[in-house]
């Protein structure tokens, strides 16, 4: 039984990961981001999420190894508070209270009990740099308002701002100014670019800053591709810089090897550079990394590297420039054509991904499984150019096919429209391409929905579109002598005098189609397609429509544009009652008759969840985000809740998912993020001798788990099963693992061998009668040694109680282990 008090609204996925620079364990193992209002602990290896660290109230603008432990971890965040973590344990150490918004945080080694941070008191858009210092105290929540100002008139972006030379210097870039501020003279230099007025030099825009490590270095990078390394710049009229160019558009991000022998540049080509001893010739490339670059970190052992990129992705990249792991992230599009739908295969969640893409998005682990080209052309990534937009989508038939409609309208009257039906291949696991439609309609396409009732003979799929019409589309035979292939072909066209049709729906049972032209909604039999009865409230146009189920599926629901709720019987044929409520998202549960209703209000957004049959609520949440909610979707669970208060009933069997405008994916849930986690996942950030594989968890236990009552029964009758595997974690871990990161099979053949071997304190089987025993040993090879072999059994003074009775092996079981005595098993050394 779960309690009322634990339902809240949490952030379950979707926020970025390159909002800033990721940040690496000292040895490599970890890798650190933000993530909206956590910072996520990633292994390196695996690329799993293995903690989730959680306590702040607002967005993490910052994250830092502790210079002076680096198993801890220092985060600042908008809502004033730098916090202290032990990233092994996921556990919060320290709060410092700075009492204003932090931007970024940085700290280094030499500054002892103080982290410097980027703070706005005065103006918006005018930041300071400025020293905390923090305080030693026991307890655990601490006062730290010691500010000392360090710079004026700095960038918000922490890329902005260096410090160099372990600490003696801080670099600040922004606009056409490089400031430099020396903490032993507590001077501050600054160099100024030509401006803009200057045509010649009207791209000199700084756009980020790196020091290098041992040396008087500072790289600056520019909104005209340049990179310019400064010298001498401790005096205004003395000082040098040189111009390394390649990139063709702004350098989004600078980094220094860990010995500084090299300098990272990235940008919007979508290419590392690295300039080896910082010369113009001497360079490599790692392109082809899929989005724009926009932060580089470097480990402090410095054999990795990691890019952040413009969709929610962070690539690790080993030393030699080579690509070893890839953390995706839910990808941030413009805009959601196609809304939220679920993979009813995978349980994945479905939208728009990269250009031409649906992504399916793993909600359980918070990670894109895969990307489905849909368009299958090459993105050009061209401001002025109006690119081909994926508009709508629809799973069909329990996943297997999948409808997609793409256009592109350069003028009013040059409209290019294609539906295309993609078939499930069960060999390849994947999408396949079946029908291409051009021109399924004259005009935009509006909604698209399949039947889905399990008593439907044939697949149908219904678009409705603005010129007018609603097509069904029936699956048929492809004219193949074989009979083997099939098709979609036309088969019924409706129109209501010539109103524009926006959205179509089928009943659960299939039986009835409806389809809401402007402000009237039609009823049609999906048979004879005759129209059977019509709906007006003269109300607005039909934004959203939807069928009632199980109980409910009497009643047909829509929403209009002037902020009318509307209910009709379909068996009076009569509206049954309406509201006023100005829902933005409707969504109704598969597996319950309940109805999700999401209303925009002046102070955010509210659900209000309800059945068909009952006007009056069954929950209310207000302000459950302050942003408007585009989109919802139901995901039915795999393990049921057991809320037994009727107002939270309705997340027993489906679990409730929502995206706000800002593209944040949220939900309501009784537990956090970090509890989400599976223990397997959590221990492998524990375990640091051992190697962290699922195969380590299958095999390191094997043998407690032959010790099992289920176990023991097994063998008394002489025979050994192993337990199922189907409910074991580590095992559905071990599939997902890729193979490069387990290990080798010398390893692992020792210790599996070993595994299967029968132990000695095993319980014997049933035994059998000395008879018996007799005829086997005559009929046995080896019959004159097993005869000194007898079976005893040791008296005990506690004859009730069974634990204290030892059993020997029978001599059934001593002939089978003197067969694995003879079998030469000497190949396994050669491993």
Not at 197 to 221: S, Y
Not at 489 to 500: A, E, I, L, N, R
Request: glycine content about 4%.
């Amino acid at each position: 039984m779960v309690e009322e008090e634990g339902i809240r609204v949490v952030r379950c996925g979707g926020s970025e990961l390159n909002f800033r620079r990721a940040v690496f364990s000292a040895d490599s193992k970890y890798i650190f981001c933000v993530s909206g209002d956590f910072i996520k602990v990633y292994s390196t290896a695996t690329e799993e999420c293995v903690h989730i660290l959680q306590g702040h109230r607002n967005l993490v603008t910052g994250i830092q190894l502790n210079p002076n432990n680096h198993l801890q971890l220092y985060s600042c965040s908008v809502d004033g508070t730098i916090k202290l973590w032990d990233y092994i344990d996921g556990i919060l150490i320290k709060t410092f209270r700075v009492g204003c918004e932090l931007h970024a945080l940085f700290t280094f080694s030499h500054a002892e009990d103080s982290v410097f941070v980027t703070i706005n008191k005065e103006k918006p858009d005018v930041f300071q740099l400025a020293s905390v210092k923090l305080p030693k105290s026991s307890s655990q929540e601490i006062e730290a308002k010691e500010l000392s100002f360090v710079l004026d008139y700095v960038n918000q972006s922490p890329k902005c701002i260096a410090f160099g030379n372990e600490g003696e210097y801080v670099a600040a870039v922004r606009d056409f100014y490089l400031s430099v501020y020396f903490f032993k003279k507590k001077t501050t230099t600054r160099f100024t670019l030509s401006s803009s007025r200057n045509k010649k030099h009207a791209r000199n825009n700084f756009t980020c800053v790196t020091c290098h490590p041992k040396e008087d270095c500072i790289a600056t990078g520019h909104k005209d591709g340049k990179i310019r390394l400064w010298r001498n710049f401790d005096d205004e009229k003395k000082y040098t810089y040189t111009c390394l160019h390649w990139h063709h558009d702004l350098v989004m991000d600078l980094a220094f090897s860990v010995t500084g022998s090299s300098l990272l540049s990235g940008g919007r080509e979508s290419v590392l550079v690295e300039w080896r001893e910082a010369a113009e010739k001497n360079k490599e490339f790692l392109p082809r990394l899929g989005a724009t670059i926009e932060h580089i970190s470097v480990s402090p052992a410095g054999d990795l590297f990691c890019t952040s990129h413009s969709d929610n992705k962070i690539t690790i990249i080993h030393r030699n420039l080579e690509a070893s792991a890839v953390i995706q992230g839910l990808v941030k599009d413009r805009s959601i054509f196609t809304g939220l739908m679920i993979d009813p295969r995978t349980k994945a969640l479905v939208l728009n991904g990269k250009p031409g893409h649906l992504q399916f998005y793993s909600l359980q682990s918070d990670k894109q499984l895969y990307n489905l080209d849909i368009i299958q052309q090459e993105y050009i990534n061209d401001s002025g150019l109006i690119q081909i937009e994926l508009t709508k989508a629809a799973f069909g038939c329990y996943g297997n096919w999948l409808a997609t409609v793409e256009q592109r309208q350069e003028k009013e009257t040059e409209l290019e429209l294609q539906m295309k039906l993609w078939m499930y291949n069960k060999k390849t696991q994947g999408f396949v391409l079946n029908t291409k439609v051009n021109m399924p309609h004259e005009d935009h396409i509006t909604a698209l929905c399949f039947c889905n009732a399990e008593k439907s003979e044939s697949s149908t799929l219904v678009t409705a579109s603005k010129d007018g019409h609603f097509k069904v589309w029936i699956l048929t035979d492809d004219s193949d002598i074989y009979k083997k292939a099939v098709g979609w072909t036309c088969d019924f066209v409706g129109s209501y005098h010539k109103y524009q049709a926006t959205n179509c729906c089928f009943s659960e049972d299939g039986s009835l189609l409806a389809v809401s032209f402007e402000e009237i909604v039609t009823i049609w039999d999906s048979e004879t397609w005759e129209l059977k009865c019509t709906f007006c409230q003269r109300a607005g146009k039909i934004r959203h429509l939807c069928f009632g189920r199980l109980t409910c599926s009497k009643y047909l629901l829509g929403v209009t544009e002037n902020g009318i709720l509307c209910c009709w019987n379909l068996l009076s044929c009569a509206l049954e009652w309406s509201t006023k409520l100005n829902v933005r998202v409707m969504e109704p549960d598969p597996n319950s008759e309940n109805i999700a209703a999401i209303a925009q209000s002046s102070v955010g957004s509210d659900l209000f969840v309800f059945k068909p049959s009952e006007p009056r609520p069954l929950y209310i949440q207000k302000n459950i985000c302050r942003e408007e909610v585009l989109w919802g979707v139901f995901v039915p669970r795999d393990v049921p809740e057991s809320f037994t208060s009727e107002a939270y009933q309705w997340l027993n069997r489906s679990q409730f998912y929502f995206l706000t405008k800002s593209q944040s994916l949220l939900t309501f849930s009784t537990q956090s993020p970090e509890e989400k986690l599976t223990p397997t996942s959590k221990q492998l950030l524990a375990e640091e001798s051992l190697p962290t594989t699922p195969f380590y968890f299958l095999l390191g236990k094997h043998r407690k788990e032959q010790q099992n009552d289920k176990l023991n029964e097994a063998l008394e009758n002489e025979l050994v099963q192993l337990p199922l595997t189907e409910n074991i974690p580590a095992i559905s871990e071990l599939l997902r693992t890729p193979a490069h990161v387990l290990p080798s099979a010398s390893f692992l053949c020792s210790m599996f061998v070993n595994s299967l071997l029968l132990s000695k304190e095993t319980k014997s089987a049933e035994e059998h009668p000395d008879d018996v025993d007799m005829v086997e040993e005559k009929e046995s090879d080896d019959s004159d040694e097993e005869n000194n072999f007898t079976e005893k059994i040791q008296d005990t003074n506690n004859t009730d109680s069974e634990e204290d009775i030892i059993y020997q092996l029978s001599k059934s079981e001593e002939k089978e282990l003197k067969k694995f005595r003879k079998v030469d098993y000497s190949w396994i050394a050669a491993l």
